[in-house]
């Protein structure tokens, strides 16, 4: 493909080794050190090769550390502790020169992706006026791709964490065994005026990628901050590691991923914003298999990036469906504006470091403290931490777990039938991706009906005609999935099919009769709900409470309650028309008073040693009675109190 340069296969290793004495033979660059030592378990030995004419080497990494919540003062790596977060200002570390004339020094790192450079002959603690080298040993893939590009090229290392001595847990930036292929694409940019006339981006296509795949790729599109370009979330956030490891383990959907370059573009914010929508998107959905839909799209940037950002959630909101703004602090939002944002369905991000000095954290939570007041679905992370890639690598990390290309939403149809009605939810997803798969949990309110997995994004339960069914409907709840967030269904309504004289109803079946429900007691065919008692219909009815009404219809079995004139009885027996009130007939009258003491009532057996109140007072049960009152001498009842 003309206009780009590729880089493919596996990320660049770094050397692994126990402690020893360097010799001469040791390889130049970094080599990971495991000292099983505090503080951190691992250190990292630096080699590097000056020029002739250099007469001390120092070495300058983002490698300090503060403890919260403040960032000042910080130390260096060799007295690092738990809770640490890394702290600018970043200094410059010695390095000494071997007999083999080359430099070295071993710093101890937790585990984490760090940035370094080389100083020659600097005195100036935090490298002010000194020129930062790269290590040649373990350059970049990629380089800045025109003269003047701002920010300096550095070098990077990724330390793993050691078990016995845990510090940060970034595993999920190490370099993947395989990668996909990363590309520097030169395209056409006649508003560009540097490099005039064109304008360059980085693109990478995940392991697999598959340029004739049937359903196109989502994009996820970064910016960059002041001071840097379209290499830097690649050299020096890894993003390629992130978003790659994250596919491997299967929690996130297969995307594209482009890193951008604002500088050169005149407009400002909204300049940058037409050139993605006028020049980028076209040249991304020409040259790779990426989707046109704003569903399939997802943008972040941090500092000067996150204030297009904000451009972009603001004002040019429905070029995506997802949205992070990073260490940056949006204004206030106009009508128009909060509209717009209300209607964003991936969702929208706002994070920073506590410890931000650049943009500070007060006034970025405080703008998203007031977006969601206005009812915009922010999604906030905020950590310990500065403006510094410790925090912009996170971010990216928990919105592409949590945010980008995970939107659901679940519908949910109900077919009714005598036998039960049919729970059908189907889970669909905003963006190109899998099937969605899990399980949907249906409830009635807050009592759960019942779960069933996806089939071809589909979950189907029959549930039966409860109380709680017919009285607040069904609400199907996806519980997601480790590339899909959650979503529910609006409540759908159920209710009893009619009655039909020519349709067979087998025993258990339901209908609707005469504004009432029935249940079928047996086989039945053409016989009218209602016109017998004792005919295959029964009455179902539920009062407010949620407990059975009783009907002359209904049978109840022993045990079973139901509710009539106010009261609330409990059947003795099998029973069927049999009104609730005798006081040797099948129903017992339960009353319980406001400490949950029984009530004495006529129809209500009681067993030995059974304690009740009547007229005030406490009686025991000497043997087992019924409808003999308390208070009466040589009856069953004993003053208690």
């Known amino acids: 493909m003309a206009g780009l340069a590729a880089v493919a296969g596996a990320a660049i290793a770094i050397p692994l080794a126990s402690p020893a004495a360097a010799d001469p033979g040791d390889p130049l660059g970094p080599t990971i050190v495991k000292t099983d030592q505090a503080p951190t378990g691992y250190a990292v030995k630096f ?25 000042s003062p910080n130390h260096p790596p060799s007295q690092w502790q738990p809770n640490d977060f890394a702290a600018t200002d970043w200094r410059i570390l010695p390095m000494t020169q071997g007999s083999d004339g080359v430099w070295e020094t071993t710093v101890p790192l937790p585990a984490g992706t760090f940035r ?10 935090l490298a002010t006026g000194c020129t930062l080298n790269y290590d040649p040993a373990n350059p970049w893939q990629i380089f800045p791709q ?43 940019a006649p508003a560009s005026t540097n490099p005039a006339g064109v304008h360059d981006m980085l693109v990478y296509t995940p392991k697999g990628y598959d340029p004739n795949r049937e359903t196109p790729y989502p994009t996820l599109y970064l910016s960059h901050g002041s001071g840097d370009h379209s290499t830097a979330w690649f050299m020096q956030g890894v993003a390629h590691y992130i978003v790659q490891n994250a596919i491997d383990a299967g ?3 297969d995307m594209v991923v482009v890193s951008t370059d604002f500088n050169g573009l005149p407009g400002g ?49 429905d070029l995506f469906a997802h949205h ?47 977006l969601k007041a206005q009812g915009i679905p922010v999604v906030e992370y905020f950590m310990d931490g500065m403006h510094t890639w410790h925090v912009w690598r996170p971010l990216l990390n928990f919105y592409i777990h949590n945010i980008t290309f995970r939107a659901t939403s679940t519908s949910l149809t109900v077919s009714t039938a005598p036998s039960g009605a049919t729970l059908s939810a189907t889970v669909s997803n905003l963006s190109n991706g899998q099937v969605p798969t899990g399980n949907v949990t249906f409830f009635a309110g807050t009592t759960e009906v019942g779960s069933a997995a996806l089939v071809d994004g589909v979950a189907t339960l029959v549930a039966g005609y409860t109380p709680e069914v017919l009285a607040n409907g069904v609400v199907a709840k996806y519980q997601g999935s480790a590339v899909y967030n959650q979503s529910s269904s609006e409540t759908a309504t159920v209710t009893v099919p009619a009655w039909n004289s020519s349709t067979i109803y087998n025993t258990g079946d339901m209908v609707s009769y005469d504004g009432a429900v029935w249940r079928a007691s047996w086989w039945t065919k053409n016989q009218v709900p209602g016109s017998s008692t004792s005919g295959p219909w029964q009455e179902i009815a539920t ?41 040797t007939g099948p129903w017992q009258e339960i009353v319980v008073d406001d400490e949950g003491n029984a009530v004495w009532t006529p129809s209500r057996i009681f067993d030995a040693g059974a304690v009740v109140v009547h007229n005030g007072q406490k009686y025991v049960a000497q043997w087992w009675t019924r409808n003999q009152v308390p208070g009466q001498a040589g009856g069953p009842w004993k003053l208690t109190s």
């Open 47 to 71: 080699r590097y090769q000056a020029p002739a004419g250099v007469t001390s080497v120092q070495i300058y990494g983002d490698w300090f550390f503060a403890q919260p919540p403040n960032s």
């Open 116 to 125: 370094y450079a080389f100083t020659h002959n600097c005195t100036n603690q």
């Open 146 to 188: 025109y003269p003047g590009a701002p920010g300096a090229v550095r070098s990077t290392i990724f330390v793993p964490s050691h078990p016995d001595f845990p510090t940060y847990n970034n595993d999920y930036q190490r370099p993947p065994a395989q990668l996909g292929t990363l590309e520097s694409v030169r395209y056409p």
């Open 251 to 253: 929690e996130v959907q």
């Open 269 to 317: 914010n909204n300049g940058y914003a037409t050139h993605l929508r006028d020049v980028v998107f076209p040249y991304m959905e020409s040259h790779y298999n990426v989707s046109t839909r704003p569903e399939d799209r997802a943008f972040a940037g941090f500092s000067a990036g996150g204030s297009r950002a904000c451009t972009i959630l603001y004002d040019f909101t």
């Open 324 to 370: 992070a703004v990073w260490s940056a602090a949006c204004p206030a939002a106009n009508a128009a504006q909060v509209a717009r944002m209300q209607s964003v369905k991936g969702g929208i991000m706002i994070g920073t470091g506590r410890q931000d000095l650049t943009t500070t954290f007060g006034p970025i939570q405080t703008r998203s403290t007031a």
């Open 543 to 583: 009062g407010p409470d949620g407990l059975p009404v009783w009907t002359a219809s209904r049978i109840f079995n022993a045990g079973d309650i139901a509710t009539y004139n106010g009261s609330t009885w409990l059947a003795s027996w099998w029973t069927q028309n049999q009104v609730p009130g005798s006081a």
